[in-house]
Structure formats: structure tokens, C-alpha cells
């Protein structure tokens, strides 16, 4: 199974701060890879898929980029609704599989 | 309006069986791929099985063979059985549907049901 390991885990940060995270696969995926955002008791939001395509709606704020095994996310100046809990996905290959996930926190 | 609603969930003690449906509007479910992702309390995601518009399945290996995903076209509805229920199944669990890329590939999911709870425990 593909591993995929985020970087932070966990991250303090303010509002208006450029934030970046980093999702790095056991082995290489091309570019099938999407990142998600989640709030407390809900479902899941698409943001980008295959590694940095904007998904329909998502602010540009929100952007994606890498390929093979390392990949980031990056939030160009965060706002206050995007303190929640980002996960990487891969889709290369079955079992898909999730990061361990990324909680933003405000300072 | 594209909605995803899964009902089914509840308490199971361990070894028991439980169908989960996931009712659909606004696509066809047979006309796409479909998924389930679960999430324990307090957890991440862990993805659980995948079902394409042909039909083809796939399964994370820790339910495979316990854990069969269908669907009923003219129900239009997606279905989870779970047999054999560990403790660790307990979570809650989401259908969603899956976006499919050139060559058929099955990618991430673009809508997400709000989630029903299935507690396993004696």
C-alpha cells in the first residue's frame, strides 16, 4: 500500500499568513493526488485534484503543486474559515489511501 | 441539487451485520463511481471501497471479505454491508460520489454524504 505522511501535523498560524503543506507518497504517484478540507463534524471538502487543479468553487487562495512523491499544499493568505484540518489523498493505485492529516490552528 | 444522504448506522456488537444505505439525487449512482470513507472518532480518513459504473469493486484490505458495496439503480441508492464487525470498524461512515478521469480512472470525491455513525461494541 502507498503511504502517504503530511508535514505538519499540527500548525499555529494567523490570519493573513501564507501557510504550505507538504504530503509525501512511499512511492510515486504522478500526479494523482487531491487535497481536502475538513471542519469539525463534517464531511469533507474537495479543494484540488490531480495535484493542482482547482476544484470549481475553491478560492484561489488555495493552490497545489508537485508530482511524483512530494506534493504541497499552499494557502496564500489564510482567512478565518480556513482554520480547519487538511488531508492529502492518493488515487494512483488501490488501497487508495489518506494522509494522517494537517489541523490549523489560529494563534 | 446533488444530495447524498446515508442512513443505517447505530450500535452492533461485535460479529454482528449492519447495511448502510446512501441515498442519491441529482446524478444517476449507476452512472458513476462511487465510494465509502470512513473516519473514527477523533481519527483521519481511511478510505473503505470503491464501486465503478461497470461495477468493478475495490476494497481496503482491512474489510475485504467482511464488507460488500452495491447499489440499486432503481432506488438509486448505495449500499455498505458489513458483516463480521470488529470494534475497530466503529467510525463514521460517508458515501460519496467519485470523479472518473480519462481512461476511467476512479480519483477523489466531489460530493460527500453528512456521515452516519456505526458504533461497534458489546
Redesign the interface.
Known amino acids: ?1 502507498i503511504q502517504l505522511t503530511q508535514s505538519p501535523s499540527f500548525l499555529s498560524t494567523s490570519v493573513g499568513d501564507r501557510v504550505t503543506i507538504t504530503c509525501r507518497a512511499s512511492q510515486g504517484i504522478s500526479s ?1 493526488l ?1 487535497w ?1 478540507q ?1 471542519n469539525p463534524g463534517k ?4 479543494l484540488i ?2 495535484a493542482s487543479t482547482l ?1 470549481s468553487g475553491v478560492p484561489s487562495r488555495f493552490s497545489g503543486s508537485g508530482s511524483g512523491t512530494e506534493f504541497t499544499l499552499t494557502i496564500s493568505s489564510l482567512r478565518p474559515e480556513d482554520f480547519a484540518t487538511y ?1 492529502c ?1 492518493q ?1 494512483n493505485s ?8 494537517t489541523r490549523l490552528e489560529i494563534k | 441539487e446533488v444530495q447524498l444522504v446515508e442512513s443505517g448506522g447505530g450500535l452492533i456488537q461485535p460479529g454482528g451485520s449492519l447495511r448502510l444505505s446512501c441515498a442519491v439525487s441529482g446524478f444517476t449512482v449507476s452512472s458513476t463511481s462511487m465510494s465509502w ?1 470512513r473516519q473514527a472518532p477523533g481519527k ?4 473503505v471501497s ?1 464501486i465503478y459504473s461497470g461495477g468493478s469493486t ?4 482491512s474489510v475485504k471479505g467482511r464488507f460488500t458495496i452495491s447499489r440499486d439503480s432503481s432506488k438509486n441508492t448505495l449500499y455498505l454491508q458489513m458483516n463480521n464487525l470488529r470494534a475497530e470498524d466503529t467510525a463514521v461512515y ?1 458515501c ?1 460520489r467519485v ?1 472518473t ?1 480519462l481512461g476511467g ?6 460530493y ?4 452516519t455513525l456505526v458504533t461497534v461494541s458489546s
Open positions: 500500500d494523482y487531491a481536502y475538513q464531511a469533507p471538502k474537495l485534484f490531480a476544484q488531508y489523498q488515487f488501490y488501497p487508495q489511501t489518506f494522509g494522517q492529516g | 470513507v483521519g480518513l481511511d478510505w470503491v475495490y476494497y481496503a484490505d460517508y460519496a470523479l478521469f480512472t476512479a480519483g477523489p470525491s466531489d460527500w454524504g453528512q456521515g
